[in-house]
């Protein structure tokens, strides 16, 4: 499947790295726990060899390698289980996440086959899908969440406009903010779950102004929010500071006084394994070395987001 796996592990002893490669592909899994496997179990792998969406925050949004098939999907998540050394029936939560690279929707023959392995394989495990929100047929991904009733569904928002949206993620066959807004309620209405957004909050888009936006277009009796400290894409910068931490936690403030359920987002191991989310310095390093099989993405030689002021 894979010719080599390799394990980083963090001075934070709740978060390893997996890096996966082989002649024609890259992928990167990250595995945490909280406070033990027992406890509490999540795996985000990948679902592509780089991405075509170009993200600005994320170290996979210059190249894309190619789409993951299923099988190389379950074989990220089955590695970081053997490498929790814990059975998943001892595990009283384990969460899959489709999360580390690639977008996951833009997959459709991986992600369905990985969907339906995973949930043979563990049952009971919470299968997260996080996507921007492509502009496709959402009807094959409603089925399938209809017939397992642990996917779930969460859309990358990271700002409150579509003008500052189509800055910061420039793929652009992609929904606008309300339409999202109305895909995930339908989605909500088919499956009979609550879907998420995720909002990386920095200093240019924690203002109450970006709140209220947020609430007209998301009903909080229908979603769920995650607040994301923004984690910086290129290793040797700072990836943690209290400045993000705090912008994190006040916008988190300010949703919760709009009556969302709201959690707070600060994954461990930023900054020395690129724990958190698009820190994929390893995937990185494998574009450099093969140039011959990483193609630029829509994002290729646009500006990149370093800090929450950017």
């Not at 833009?106 to 339906?116: D, E, P, R, T, V």
């Not at 769920?224 to 290129?234: A, D, G, K, L, Y």
């Not at 394994?273 to 030689?301: D, H, T, Y």
């Amino acid at each position: 499947m894979f010719d080599k796996i390799e394990t980083i592990e963090s001075a934070e002893t709740s978060v390893k790295k997996l890096v996966f490669t082989r002649s024609d592909a890259v992928a990167e899994a990250v595995l945490y726990k909280y406070p033990t496997y027992e406890n509490r179990t999540v795996i985000c792998c990948s679902t592509m060899s780089g991405c075509p969406v170009g993200c600005r925050f994320c170290g996979a949004g210059d190249y894309f390698v190619r789409a993951l098939s299923g099988p190389e999907i379950c074989y990220q998540v089955a590695a970081a289980m053997r490498e929790a050394g814990v059975k998943a029936a001892r595990m009283k939560r384990l969460q899959i996440m489709f999360m580390s690279m690639g977008e996951p929707l833009l997959n459709k023959q991986g992600m369905q086959q990985a969907l339906s392995r995973l949930h043979k394989a563990y049952p009971n495990a919470a299968l997260l899908v996080s996507t921007i929100g492509p502009r496709i047929n959402y009807g094959w991904f409603t089925e399938a969440s209809q017939k397992i009733d642990t996917i779930g569904l969460q859309f990358s928002i990271h700002e409150s406009t579509d003008e500052a949206r189509n800055k910061l993620i420039p793929f652009a066959n992609k929904l606008s903010l309300r339409e999202i807004a109305q895909t995930g309620e339908r989605w909500a209405e088919e499956v009979g779950r609550r879907p998420f957004f995720n909002y990386c909050a920095g200093a240019h888009n924690s203002t109450t102004e970006d709140a209220d936006r947020l609430l007209a277009l998301f009903n909080p009796s229908i979603w769920e929010c995650t607040i994301s400290v923004i984690c910086e894409r290129n290793e040797g910068l700072p990836a943690r500071n209290e400045t993000q931490q705090d912008l994190a936690s006040g916008f988190a403030s300010k949703m919760l006084e709009r009556d969302y359920n709201v959690r707070v987002f600060d994954p461990a191991g930023q900054d020395d394994i690129g724990g958190g989310c698009g820190q994929l310095w390893f995937v990185q390093r494998w574009m450099e070395e093969n140039p011959g099989l990483a193609k630029p993405s829509i994002g290729k030689g646009k500006p990149e987001v370093h800090t929450p002021t950017a």
